[in-house]
Each structure stands twice: as structure tokens, then as C-alpha cells.
């Protein structure tokens, strides 16, 4: 590496490049894109959880002057479309159930909103009415929405031909004997531990443009993932690749709900070739919360073991995981993520995971932020202090007893933490944290009348997605590599285009990119752009999921620039007649070592390598571009320490959170701001599962939480300040020495709140509380009933004694 | 979110508005504010044929205080409410939904919506306040509000007809509490608790609660107000009437709270209330 003197731009806490376009109303998204002649498309939807599709009479839309078209399920064919959606996981030595998933239903509806036909024609208003005037006849079939009751005998089937809802079963373990291990314990705490369904909200819904162009295809879609979607349009419409183009514009929020090739996608671009005319779907808020990927909804039954003196032995999950009606592109992988950290920050002598997928009638599960790491950290860390609490020790000295402390630092599992200083980030919270203030705190509080308690949450996770060996087909199963990719263009005049593979959308790579871009070429971030989110320009990308994109695309940058800057050096030495290895980036410029004087810009190498002269290197070719591709060694595990302090009105079970303080280590920091609001984000997306959101189905399958009046999405007025500090353990798996960080706030949070909360609540007499910890739950805990009903897992609460209350 | 097609006119004048209601057939709506009603639409739960809005209608909006009584024109908002300095009413307006809905909702409005879960309808009823409501062809009539809600989203408003003001006595001399308990800040209320307390040397001399989203309609919760008139307003004696304040009452459950949760809410809002009313 070839960055001489300080870093002046990497570790400065910059605005974002971003953010006058995003806050003076000058971004473009794809509702601001309606292209000469375009169509709407609006989708009739399921009103069943379940039901034979007995007609669908769609001649009165059709007799309508303004409907060009009406398709259905039975159009797949006349429509070009080839296979069913795709689901990328193909597991050695495991059979996933897999049900043909077609973009509109045909024969049979599984989940309320499922599609059965599209409306196309004049107006986004009058082809509402238009879908109004489909009529679909329907024949109810017996639904399940509990993942549990769909395992036992005599159970609804969601998919008939399979005979069980049973997806698959796949299992994860490592280290000494389980049972032997768990049988020399001393302790064993058992728990069931239900993380409910969430939705992934983003502020901006999908929507698709779908443009028929000469002989080929732009479709510009709310993505996170462009180029997954460009292969599948091309695989499933028998397109060749290079004439379909993807573009994913400005795009406002994703969080895993946009990771996905979603049906009307494939859909609206064979419709659209078919027609001949643009077409253009924008999502309703109502259809999000109904049919766009939830997340979450797993059941995890926990045994985790320690000897009497606190030593870790074994942990055991053995996980039901619901993934709705359908498998989607990555459905059934998501609970097995979090099984690749089931170790978490401590020395378990055997771990393992069993993990089955079950099929219900509700809206398919996939990724949403921190996909399957959350559900792994908050059984963990929760049962943490259960274990705590039985073996009569202290929260953290129990936690600090087993960290790992040497790294790299393998796991029962085999999996080698990169780097880690679980202690360093401990210690630094406590600095921000005062235990024996909290104390006092906590006396004042019960004098007037409210329960104060206090959780901590020492988690590690596992991102940058992805070595490729370890997680493409003959490792875990995913048909796909997950390398990134960097092309670095320098214009005549020195300033700097780059292209990444990844597909930021909120995350603030067009800052954190040229910021490191800008010092290792000598150059001003300003006059370093970052372009994504369009196969048509930069090399094949994978795009921005899984806190990938810095930790893996930000490394294919540095290789893009380092070669950029060591054709520089080259051409610099050549002029300057100095060795190349005697140039260095200094002060602006590439500068003979020891006479700075001696130097020339970025701009005046460029000028050298666009007008190439006498004095040009025999045999260099012409021009300053460099492209890079990066597939790391292994993951990043990005770790910390939160403490989450909360106060509990008794009387009506209100929770208040007091503060909520993260110390994060996601290495070397190249924008402390945007860490900031990662962390900041990702802890807002936590408190509003632990505390409010739940996506909640009764017991026919229909959908209660259709709007945010009913799907309790936190506000700012109802979040507290966050707390924010860092250490920086530099990883060893790319140069820039950084981790992931988009998901770790929510990876960390649940438990951290829930452990406050039982520790609020524990005078009182309650031992254990699932999530949401809503105020009429946490007052039925605190009497000591439980009257929740509905379809789907109800969590449960503990007191005193093990005594069980659950419904 | 895409509302069906419908009609729109927004007349100059109360007759214009009145008689446009009156023509235009039974679908025919008014619109306020539009922060019951749109929202409705969007959803296609609500499909009015013509919408009259009243922004332009003159002489609906205003705060004034005569001769101890108070009267707000229908078209004020939410924020103009808060902003009045009329005690409970106000304190109450400015816990609606957030800033923006406050800006827009307006009190006619709200009451003419009739949701049990809104604030001003209790509200209303513990001040003892009229609803005056005018019918097409210009003719008059004062509606009690203890009168005027009828069941769920249904009120004593005849078919085209309008709220043009309310009116209440005011409240010198009365103390005050509200408690409204939601999951976020700008929810409508699990539980809402209304309290005025007139006292004489410590003594409850009168005493009125207003319920919110207690059953289908607001309610008074007159055994807590029978319980604690003339009793020393004691913390013991504010509890015991307390424990009343969910009696006779059948709540609508929903998934963030169970029936026995609700009527426990109020009984906890109601002490609360109470005990802000008689500092």
C-alpha cells in the first residue's frame, strides 16, 4: 500500500455526498420515472390465506376503453416467461421442498395478497377501479398460520403435492459431543425463544419501469440488487443478457426488503415486451405490508450449559422457522446465517444448530437488515442472563469469563473470527455506562414508583458477504459467487469516476468511496464520483446486502485505485527519472520521496496518459482506468458492546427507554458520521421489533397489521438519543482493515432491550419476556396471565419459579 | 392508497355547501380537514360520489370566549385549539396524532367522524358542550354532546347537514387532567381520561370524566363522578372513586389491547386524571 502520509481524507467524519440532492427534493426515483407512453400496471390480490382459484371473469375490465390488457397465472407462457422465480440456495446433501412460484398464481392461492392477475392501461387511478372489476371466485381451503401447528399431524398442507410443510431441515455443529457436553454441565437453562415477524418499511416501496428498447430491455426497479435481477430477467424471459439493462436509481431504503427478484419485476418486463409500451408499477403502502418479504418469524428452542463456576459449555438451538407460502430467492438461508456465529462472542466447547423450515399461509419470509444474525444474537445474549441469573453470577462476569480473547479465534463451529477485542469494547461502554450511578438511578426510580433495569448486549456478527468458496455451491449452497467489483476511471483533467459492483442505497458509499479514493490519488473527494446501481456502465456487481459493501466492494476500490495509482507511479517515475518505487502520494501529489518539490498531479498524469508524448514508457498502454475484482478470504466479524437502561411504569406497563449506549467496532473508521447513522439506524430498527412492530396474522391467515395504524412503526418521538463510541480492531481481511457495519446495531439490540426490560421487571417477579414488549403484555406478565391470542407464534413470559404463563 | 373516482366542489358560501350536499345524493360528503375522510378513501373503505370541501366556506373558523361561554368554529384546527389557551380542550388538541395532523385536522371534523378513539369527542362530553349543526336551507339546531354520539363512527348528524360551531361553558374554576395512553406518540388513544373538578376547601363540589375509547361511543364515567362528588378530594378517595371507571363499560378490544387491560388503563388514567385536576 502506497498512501505515504497520513490518510487526510479516511477517518474524517465528512458529509455525505449524498445528501443535498436527497434533502433539497432533487433525487430520482423510480416514481419520477414515467417514460413517453407509459402503462400502469395494478394487481389483483389475493383476499384468501388459502383457496382453489376456482374462475377469474376478467371481461368487464377488459370491455373498459382505458384497460389494454389483463393477464393471469394461466398467461405465464403466451407471455414468454420460462421458469418460475428463482431461490438461490441449493444445499449439498439437503432436499428444500421447493413450490413453483410463478408471478401471478394459477390453480390455487397460498397467502393474502398472493397475485392472480395484472391490470394494464391508462392511469394509475382508473386501473384500480379496473382491478376492482376482475372477479375472482375462490374456494377456501383449510389455512395455517402457526409454525408450529403446521408441523403436527393433521395440520392444513400449504403445498399439497408435497404432503408436509416441512421445507427442509438443515443443521449446523462443531466442537465435543453435544449431549455429552450438556449432560457435564452443571447448569443447563432451557428456553423457547419466539422472534416475531417484522417488516423491512422501507420509506420508499418498490416500483418498476419496465421499457421495451429496440431489440432489447431497460428495467428500472427499487433494488438492491440490479444485477441479480438483469440475470434472472434474462434467464426467465429467454433474453440475452447484454440487452437487458437494470437500473436501480435513487432507491429510499431497502433493508433487505429490495434484496429480492420479486415477481412483478419479471412480470411487468415480459408484459411490457409484449405490449410493446412502457409499463409501471408503483407499490402501495398497503401492498408492502402485505406482500413485500417479512422477516424474522422463527422459534428457537435453546439449551445453553455452564459449569458451576461459569464456564461455557454447549449451546443447542434447534430453530422452526417459518417461511410462508413461498420460497423466495434466498428464504430458507436466511436461519441458517445466524447458525455461522451461534458461538457468539464465547468459548463454547460444542455448539450446534437444527434448523427446519416449515411452510404457512402467510407472505414469504427473506432477508430484513441483519437476516437470521439478529434471531442468533438475541437467543443468545438473552439467554445470557437467563444463565446468569441461574448460576447467581454477574451479567458481565459471566460474559468476560468466556470471551474469546486471541484471534484470529475459531470456533466450535470451525468459523475464524477475524479479529476482536470483546473486552476493549466492554470496557469502553462502562466508561459511558457508570454501574454504581445506575444503582442509585435505580432506587430513585422504585421511590417513585417504576421499575428501572438495564440490559447489555456483547454480540459479534458475521458480514461481508462473501468468500465465494465458502459460500457458493459446493460450500453452503448459494448459486452464485459473492466477490465484488471496482473499475476507477480517471478523466483528462484528473478528476475521478468509479464504478462499483455493490448497490449502495442509503449507506453513504458515494462519500466513503472517494474518500478513499481521494487519498490514495492525491485528490479532492469532491471531484470523486461514485456511479452504481446501472448494468449498462462499471463491471458485474453483486450489490449492497449482508454489510458487504464497504468491507467487500470498499476493497475492490482500493485494488481498482491501487493499480490506478501504480500506473501513476510508473509514469511519474518516467518523467521524473526516479524509480517507480520512489514515488509516493504526498501533499497532493505524486512526489519524488525526499524532494517534494519534485512532483506532479493527479491531473498532469492524466494529461501525460491522454496525450501520450516521446517521453511516454515504451509498451505502456494509453489512458488511466484500472478494474478490480475482490473475493475475501473470509468473512468480517464485526463485534461490541450495547447497554440499553429502560424504565416500566408497573401500573400500566409502558416501557421508557432512559438510554441506549453502543460501543461498536467495525475497524478502522473511514467516516465516523456514517458509522454513526449506520449504528444509530440499525438500533432504531431493533427497538421497534423489541418494543413495538409486529407483523400479526389471525388465525385464517388474514393479514391485521395492513397499515402503519396497526403495524406499530416507531417515530423519532418515540426513540431515545443514542449513545455512540467505537474502538477500532483493524480486520485482516482487506486492506482498509474494515468490517460491516449497516446491520450491526440491529444485530445487537433486541437482546439488549429485552434484557432490560426482565431486569426492570425482575423485583417483580417476571424471569423471562419474548418480544414485542408491548405494555399490555409486559402488565399481563407482571399479574401473571397471558390472554394473547391469533394466528402465528405468541411469545411467552416466565416467573418466579419457572412457573410457565403462556397462552 | 388510490382513493376511487369521486366529485369535488369547494363552494364559497355555507348555503353553496349546504345545498351542494343537499343535490348531491346520498354519497355526498364533506370535507374538513380530511384526516378521517382521506385516509378512509385511500384505503377504499370510504367511497363518497362528491366531496364539498369547506376551506373556502367563511365565518366556521374562530376562538371566541362571550359571556362564559366558549365557541369554536367548526373549521378550526386542531392547532388553533391547543394554541387557545382553553384549558382542558386545548391540553387535549395538542395531544392529536402529531404537528402536521394538527395543522389540517380540524375540530368539526373530528366530532363529525365520531371515532371513539379520537380525542375531542369525550373531551367534548366532559365540558358539557352543544354541537350546533345547520341543514340545507339554512335551518339551525343545537346538539348536546352527551347526545350526540350514537355508535361506532355514527353521531345525531342528520344526512347533510353541518357542524358550523361548538360551544361549551367555561371552565374558570375547574381543574383539569388528561391522560391518554397510546403505544406512539401520535396514535389514537388505547385509553384516553378526561377530568374536570370544581373543589370548595379541599371538597369535590362537582366533578366530570369524559372515557375515550372505552366503548363505541365516548363515555361519562359517572360512577367515578357520583363516587367522588362531595368527598374530601383525598389520594385515597381519588383511588377508591378510581376503581369505577371501567364500570358498565365493554371496550373494544384490538391486538394492542385486551378488553381487561383496557378497562384496567382507565381505572389507572382515571386516578391519574383526577389527581392532576385537583392540585
Known amino acids: 500500500m502506497s498512501v505515504a502520509d497520513q490518510p487526510k481524507f479516511v477517518g474524517q467524519p465528512m458529509r455525505r455526498k449524498e445528501d443535498p440532492r436527497l434533502l433539497t427534493g432533487r433525487a430520482r426515483y423510480v416514481d419520477d420515472i414515467t417514460p413517453q407512453g407509459t402503462l400502469w400496471c395494478t394487481f389483483v390480490r389475493s383476499s384468501e390465506a388459502h383457496a382453489r382459484i376456482v374462475s377469474i371473469d376478467t371481461s368487464l375490465a377488459e370491455q373498459r376503453d382505458d384497460v389494454m390488457a389483463v393477464f393471469t397465472g394461466e398467461d405465464m407462457e403466451a407471455l414468454g416467461i420460462l421458469d418460475a422465480l428463482p431461490m438461490a440456495w441449493v444445499p449439498p446433501g439437503v432436499e428444500v421442498r421447493n413450490a413453483p412460484h410463478w408471478p401471478l398464481a394459477s390453480g390455487e392461492v397460498n397467502f393474502v395478497g398472493d397475485p392472480v392477475a395484472v391490470v394494464i392501461g391508462e392511469g394509475r387511478y382508473a386501473m384500480q377501479d379496473a382491478a376492482e372489476e376482475v372477479f375472482v371466485e375462490y374456494e377456501p381451503l383449510p389455512a395455517v398460520t402457526d409454525i408450529e401447528r403446521a408441523l403436527q399431524d393433521g395440520s392444513a398442507i400449504v403445498h399439497e403435492e408435497f404432503g408436509t410443510n416441512e421445507v427442509h431441515q438443515w443443521s449446523l455443529g462443531g466442537g465435543e459431543d453435544l449431549e455429552a457436553t450438556l449432560a457435564a454441565s452443571d447448569v443447563v437453562v432451557e428456553r423457547r425463544v419466539v422472534n416475531h415477524r417484522i417488516s423491512g418499511a422501507p420509506i420508499e416501496p418498490r416500483g418498476v419501469v419496465a421499457e421495451p428498447r429496440g431489440t432489447g430491455l431497460t428495467l428500472t426497479s427499487s433494488t438492491q440488487v440490479p444485477h441479480f435481477v438483469r440475470l434472472f430477467l434474462a434467464l426467465l424471459l429467454g433474453e440475452s443478457e447484454e440487452k437487458v439493462r437494470v437500473i436501480a436509481p435513487e432507491v429510499g431504503g431497502g433493508f433487505g426488503a429490495k434484496l429480492q427478484v420479486c415477481g412483478e419485476e419479471i412480470l411487468l418486463a415480459a408484459c411490457a415486451r409484449k405490449l410493446t409500451r412502457p409499463l409501471k408499477w408503483i407499490e402501495t403502502r398497503s401492498e408492502h405490508m402485505m406482500v413485500t418479504h417479512h422477516g424474522r418469524d422463527q422459534i428457537a428452542y435453546v439449551r445453553m450449559g455452564a459449569k458451576r463456576d461459569g464456564t461455557l459449555t454447549a449451546i443447542h438451538s434447534r430453530i422452526v422457522a417459518d417461511m410462508g407460502a413461498y420460497l423466495m430467492l434466498l428464504t430458507p438461508t436466511i436461519p441458517a446465517l445466524g447458525a455461522f456465529v451461534m458461538s457468539g462472542c464465547y468459548k463454547f466447547a460444542a455448539v450446534q444448530t437444527d434448523i427446519t423450515g416449515v411452510y404457512t399461509n402467510k407472505c414469504p419470509t427473506d432477508a430484513i437488515r441483519g437476516a437470521g444474525r439478529p434471531e442468533a444474537t438475541h437467543m443468545i445474549e438473552v439467554c445470557m442472563d437467563q444463565l446468569a441469573d441461574e448460576l447467581g453470577m454477574d451479567r458481565l462476569e459471566l460474559r468476560r469469563k468466556n470471551f474469546f480473547t486471541e484471534f484470529p479465534a475459531e470456533t466450535a463451529l470451525g468459523i475464524v473470527y477475524d479479529s476482536g477485542n470483546y473486552h476493549g469494547t466492554l470496557d469502553k461502554l462502562l466508561e459511558h455506562f457508570d454501574q454504581a450511578a445506575f444503582e442509585q438511578e435505580k432506587q430513585d426510580a422504585a421511590g417513585r414508583g417504576r421499575l428501572r433495569g438495564v440490559g447489555f448486549s456483547t454480540y459479534t456478527e458475521i458480514c461481508g458477504l462473501a468468500p465465494s468458496r465458502v459460500t457458493g455451491p459446493q460450500g453452503f449452497g448459494l448459486q452464485t459467487g459473492l466477490w465484488e467489483s471496482a473499475m476507477v476511471r480517471v478523466h483528462f483533467t484528473g478528476a475521478v469516476t468509479a464504478y462499483t459492483g455493490a448497490s449502495p442505497h442509503g449507506q453513504g458509499q458515494e462519500t466513503t468511496f472517494a474518500q478513499v479514493i481521494a487519498d490514495r490519488l492525491g485528490v479532492d473527494p469532491a471531484n470523486v464520483e461514485i456511479m452504481h446501481g446501472d448494468t449498462a456502465s462499471g463491471p458485474h456487481g453483486l450489490g449492497t446486502y449482508g454489510s458487504r459493501t464497504t468491507a467487500v466492494g470498499g476493497e475492490a476500490i482500493v485494488r481498482a485505485t491501487n493499480k490506478v495509482a501504480d500506473k501513476a507511479k510508473q509514469i511519474v517515475a518516467n518523467l521524473l527519472e526516479a524509480a517507480p518505487e520512489d514515488i509516493e502520494v504526498a501533499g497532493g501529489k505524486f512526489s519524488v520521496k525526499g524532494s517534494p518539490e519534485k512532483g506532479m498531479t493527479l491531473a498532469e498524469v492524466a494529461g501525460a496518459a491522454f496525450i501520450p508524448d516521446e517521453n511516454w514508457p515504451e509498451g505502456m498502454e494509453p489512458g488511466l482506468e484500472e478494474t478490480a475484482f475482490f473475493d475475501p478470504s473470509n468473512f468480517v466479524f464485526p463485534f461490541g458492546a450495547h447497554a440499553c437502561v429502560v424504565e416500566v411504569d408497573p401500573e400500566t406497563g409502558d416501557v421508557d427507554v432512559i438510554r441506549y449506549v453502543a460501543v461498536d467496532d467495525c475497524g478502522p473508521a473511514i467516516n465516523p458520521k456514517l458509522i454513526d447513522g449506520q449504528v444509530h439506524g440499525g438500533i432504531a430498527h431493533s427497538l421497534g421489533q423489541a418494543l413495538y412492530e409486529r407483523i400479526h396474522y389471525d388465525e385464517e391467515g388474514q393479514l391485521i397489521t395492513g397499515t402503519f395504524v396497526d403495524y406499530c412503526l416507531p417515530s423519532a418521538a418515540d426513540l431515545p438519543s443514542y449513545e455512540t463510541d467505537r474502538t477500532e480492531t483493524p480486520s485482516p481481511v482487506n486492506e482498509l482493515g474494515v468490517k460491516g457495519i449497516g446491520e450491526a446495531g440491529t444485530i445487537a439490540a433486541t437482546a439488549a432491550v429485552t434484557n432490560a426490560v426482565i431486569d426492570a421487571l425482575r423485583p417483580a417477579g417476571v424471569t423471562y419476556m419474548d418480544m414485542p414488549l408491548t405494555p399490555n403484555r409486559i402488565w399481563e406478565a407482571l399479574r401473571g396471565t397471558h390472554t394473547e391470542t391469533g394466528g402465528g407464534s405468541s411469545g411467552e413470559a416466565r416467573r418466579d419459579g419457572d412457573r410457565r404463563e403462556t397462552q | ?279
Open chain 2, 1 to 279: 392508497m388510490i382513493p376511487a373516482e369521486f366529485d369535488y366542489l369547494a363552494p364559497d358560501s355555507l348555503e353553496e355547501a349546504l345545498e351542494a350536499l343537499a343535490t348531491g345524493g346520498e354519497d355526498a360528503r364533506a370535507l374538513a380537514g380530511g384526516h378521517s375522510l382521506l385516509p378512509l378513501m385511500k384505503l377504499r373503505l370510504a367511497a363518497p360520489t362528491l366531496l364539498v370541501d369547506l376551506r373556502r366556506v367563511p365565518g366556521l373558523g374562530g376562538v371566541a370566549r362571550e359571556n362564559g361561554t366558549v365557541r369554536i368554529g367548526a373549521m378550526s384546527t386542531h392547532h388553533e385549539v391547543s394554541a387557545a389557551g382553553l384549558g382542558l380542550a386545548s391540553t387535549a388538541a395538542g395531544t392529536i396524532a402529531d404537528q402536521q395532523v394538527r395543522n389540517c385536522g380540524t375540530l368539526g371534523g373530528t366530532l363529525a367522524h365520531g371515532d371513539p378513539a379520537s380525542d375531542m369527542p369525550a373531551v367534548l362530553m366532559a365540558l358539557e358542550g352543544t354541537i350546533t349543526a345547520m341543514a340545507p336551507g339554512g335551518a339551525s339546531r343545537e346538539i348536546a354532546a352527551t347526545e350526540f354520539f350514537k355508535d361506532y363512527l355514527e353521531t345525531a348528524l342528520a344526512q347533510h347537514e353541518l357542524i358550523t360551531e361548538i360551544r361549551f361553558p367555561a371552565t374558570e374554576g375547574w381543574g383539569y387532567g388528561y391522560e391518554k395512553f397510546n403505544r406512539r406518540q401520535e396514535d389514537w388513544a388505547l385509553v384516553a381520561v378526561s377530568a374536570l373538578v370544581r373543589q370548595e376547601g379541599g371538597v369535590c363540589s362537582d366533578v366530570r370524566i369524559g372515557l375515550t375509547h372505552m366503548a363505541n361511543t365516548p363515555l361519562r364515567a359517572t360512577a367515578v363522578e357520583d363516587a367522588l362528588r362531595g368527598q374530601p378530594l383525598s389520594p385515597e378517595n381519588i383511588a377508591a372513586a378510581a376503581r369505577h371507571a371501567a364500570d358498565g363499560t365493554s371496550p373494544p378490544a384490538d391486538l394492542n389491547a385486551s378488553q381487561e387491560y383496557k378497562r384496567h388503563l382507565a381505572t389507572v388514567l382515571t386516578q391519574r386524571a383526577l389527581t392532576q385536576a385537583s392540585r
